[in-house]
């Protein structure tokens, strides 16, 4: 497969798959509580690789990078902000090592925990720690930036203009919603699968989408809303693998990959163009959600 861009190969009909969940494979390798995960694209890069390595060999088409948490922003929990420029460097490079040449990489660039209603940061602000990630990213060999968990449009819409004003890559940018009493969907801001859809359209996205706080079953009716908005953009559905159970403090994530795949068909009618996994997935997840995808591709 040549490089080209996302878009394009789902506007030839494709459907396409994403990876999984990051977090549990670094637990796995040894990361602790309340250690810095993207320190690890520094210090444990062969091991970063691995976990994006592994979800190609699943069959993942793209894979992102372990820079979910790499805003200055986010890395000055850890002291680490003047470091930033860096370790995202060295995320992307380790998804690049082991995407090769015949997939893509979709660098994660998560929300960065700081909120314009409360005036604790300023546009500009936000707008230059974005800059600041895209750059370092795309430097890295990233194909894309993959925007994601975003609640509030407004710093979803400044992600999106510094990527596109700073960089070459191609933008996608997902939401996460949860689902309120009334039955509809809103972010933790407030904002609608609709109103997100046209926000990051209108800013520029060529990718749209949700991720994470639902399980597949419910992504369905919030790609319909978002499809229903946006008719023409791809649509990504990063899933978790189920709404958690804790069990003795641990939470448990109870889909398997049997039933995930058995909703990529529906999710694909409701409007879903790449599919892939976010909390509580696995390779196995994904091997699954792809042969049922090939199924449909054939």
């Known amino acids: 497969m040549s490089r080209n861009t996302i878009a394009s190969e789902v506007r030839k009909g494709r459907v396409l798959v994403s990876d999984g969940a990051w977090g549990t494979f670094l637990i796995q390798k040894g990361l602790k509580a309340g250690e810095c995960p993207e320190l690890w694209c520094l210090e444990r890069f062969d091991d970063v690789a691995a976990v994006a390595k592994s979800y190609l060999v699943a069959g993942s088409d793209m894979v992102q990078t372990n820079s979910f948490g790499a805003s200055r922003y986010k890395l000055e929990y850890f002291k680490l902000q003047d470091r930033a420029f860096e370790i995202n460097v060295a995320a992307a490079k380790a998804s690049r090592m082991a995407a090769g040449d015949d997939h893509w990489v979709i660098a994660s660039v998560g929300p960065t925990g700081k909120l314009l209603i409360t005036e604790e940061v300023t546009e500009d602000e936000l707008y230059a720690a974005f800059q600041e990630q895209a750059i370092a990213l795309e430097k890295g060999g990233a194909d894309a930036l993959c925007i994601e968990t975003m609640s509030d449009i407004d710093e979803a819409v400044l992600a999106i203009k510094a990527a596109k004003e700073h960089t070459k890559l191609e933008i996608i940018c997902t939401f996460t919603f ?62 978790n693998a189920g709404l958690p159970i804790n069990q003795n403090g641990v939470d448990i994530f109870p889909d398997t990959p049997e039933l995930m795949a058995r909703l990529a068909p529906a999710l694909i009618e409701a409007g879903a163009n790449i599919i892939g996994g976010c909390c509580g997935t696995t390779p196995e997840h994904i091997r699954a959600i792809k042969e049922a995808i090939q199924q449909i591709n054939q």
Do not use: W
């Open 178 to 239: 949860e689902k309120t009493v009334k039955g509809d969907y809103r972010t933790m801001m407030g904002v609608t699968p609709s109103e997100a859809a046209n926000a990051a359209a209108e800013a520029g996205a060529h990718i749209i989408g949700t991720n994470c706080g639902n399980g597949m079953e419910r992504m369905i009716d919030i790609i319909k809303e978002m499809r229903a908005a946006e008719p023409i953009l791809p649509i990504l559905v990063h899933g």
